[in-house]
């Protein structure tokens, strides 16, 4: 399913009084800021950029350089991240390392070897593999294209003039027809079950040329999907194999957004993983909106509480004009962060009602006892510990008690 920018950016205001904005990267970004987070999926902008597409050239180029000057902005996800699951050389490399074994059970990638020119020897490159027949060839790159989903089986060596290069072969596992999508935001996990390719042998077939996308829909009814025997046993994934892929592949990419496409070996409980894909469609994820956003929440919490500066370096504020943020433990920082979504500008988080606040004259720090309970806080400035209330008006500015004190 399509992001629904209108309904989402509604909903962030209304509920969590965040403002999502989308970014033109046709137009400097200092210009569209200052930004909480960024929120993206640029995927096809940097296959573009590695194909020399000059306007994909320049953009990411204008995103990397905003990101070099603002260093302790929050992505979701890492630019250099996602970029490796845009070459699957580079992913399917990566994958092999997010295997391992879980009782007995293996979850691991399937074999592969890259094919990059017609002039590999194919054979001798699968056999060094430990590659057999049949095989899946899929395009090199994986994203920003409709060819990057056209693959094709591959059932003998006099099927290998059906290879179209640069590509990699993966081993074929038969796998009964069942692919398991899963998605992945944050700590939410989600398992949905898909119609997959069937069980097939090597040399029985010519060559099968078909769309990932098309074969994996859940409305799909191609006869690669249909089952030649009437009795086949399925097996689900097991919960505790799936978390663990999740967290070797969360450690290992340092991704939050992303799906991985898993099969069930025919005859065993093995756990192949043949696929991640960043920010997919989450189709059948009922809670995907309240998880995506409890992960954005969760990043801004993590940036409103900005390290102390020393005191010298305390910037001149004579009022505060707005608030921005709230965190974990309900302070509101009074200086201006970077705020938010990739998509992105900042919103103050006050509740319509007339909220009682207390400020600190000497390191403008605000709390709320409604939040903490706490009505004193220790000042970076080393006084002892100040309260005062304040009542601030809704979507008001916020004025220093005691400006004279400022610093």
């Known amino acids: 399913r399509k992001l629904d920018f209108t309904e989402f950016s509604q909903q962030l205001r209304r509920n969590h009084a965040i403002e999502l904005v989308l970014l033109d990267l ?13 929120l993206h999926k640029l995927t096809d902008l940097m296959a573009a950029k590695d194909r020399g597409d000059k306007w994909a050239q320049h953009a990411m180029r204008r995103m990397e350089d905003y990101l070099c000057a603002h260093p302790s902005l929050p992505m979701l996800d890492p630019l250099e991240a996602v970029h490796t699951l845009t070459d699957r050389n580079v992913c399917y490399q990566l994958m092999r390392e997010c295997g391992g074994v879980l ?14 020119d017609s002039s590999v020897d194919v054979m001798m490159a699968m056999r060094k593999a430990g590659i057999t027949f049949p095989i899946v060839c899929k395009p090199l790159v994986a994203h920003g294209s409709d060819l990057a989903h056209q693959m094709c089986i591959i059932f003998s ?5 059906d ?6 072969a993966q081993q074929f596992v038969n796998h009964n027809a069942v692919l398991y999508k899963v998605f992945v935001v944050g700590d939410s996990i989600s398992v949905v079950e898909r119609p997959s390719i069937k069980n097939f042998k090597a040399g029985e077939h010519r060559t099968i040329f078909f769309d990932s996308h098309d074969v994996s829909k859940a409305t799909s009814d191609s006869y690669l999907n249909e089952m030649d025997v009437s009795h086949v046993s399925y097996c689900s994934p097991l919960p505790q194999c799936i978390g663990a892929l999740v967290r070797n592949i969360q450690q290992r990419l340092s991704l939050t957004l992303f799906g991985v496409d898993v099969i069930i070996e025919e005859g065993s409980l093995n756990h192949y993983f043949i696929d991640i894909n960043y920010f997919p469609g989450y189709d059948g994820v009922d809670n995907f909106i309240p998880a995506l956003t409890q992960l ?3 990043k801004l919490d993590r940036q409103a509480v900005p390290e ?11 009022h505060i004009t707005a608030l921005h943020h709230v965190d974990g433990a309900g302070l509101l920082a009074g200086s201006v962060s970077p705020t938010l979504v990739a998509l992105a500008a900042t919103s103050t988080k006050l509740n319509p009602d007339e909220v009682s606040l207390s400020s600190c004259p000497f390191c ?8 903490n309970g706490i009505p004193s ?5 080393k006084t002892l510990p100040y309260y005062q209330p304040t009542v601030v008006p809704p979507l008001a500015d916020v004025y220093c008690p005691a400006p004279e004190a400022c610093h």
Not at 30 to 37: K, N
Not at 308 to 318: G, T
């Open 157 to 161: 060596e006099e099927g290998l003039v």
């Open 296 to 298: 954005i929440e969760s």
């Open 163 to 168: 290879m179209q290069t640069p590509c990699v």
């Open 103 to 116: 009782d007995g059970i293996s979850i691991c990638a399937p074999k592969y070897t890259s094919i990059l």
């Open 377 to 381: 806080h220790t000042c970076v400035s």
């Open 308 to 318: 102390k500066p020393a005191l010298s370096s305390l910037p001149v504020l004579p």
């Open 26 to 38: 046709s137009r400097p970004l200092e210009e569209q800021g200052p930004f909480s987070l960024i």
């Open 364 to 371: 403008h720090l605000l709390t709320t006892p409604a939040l």
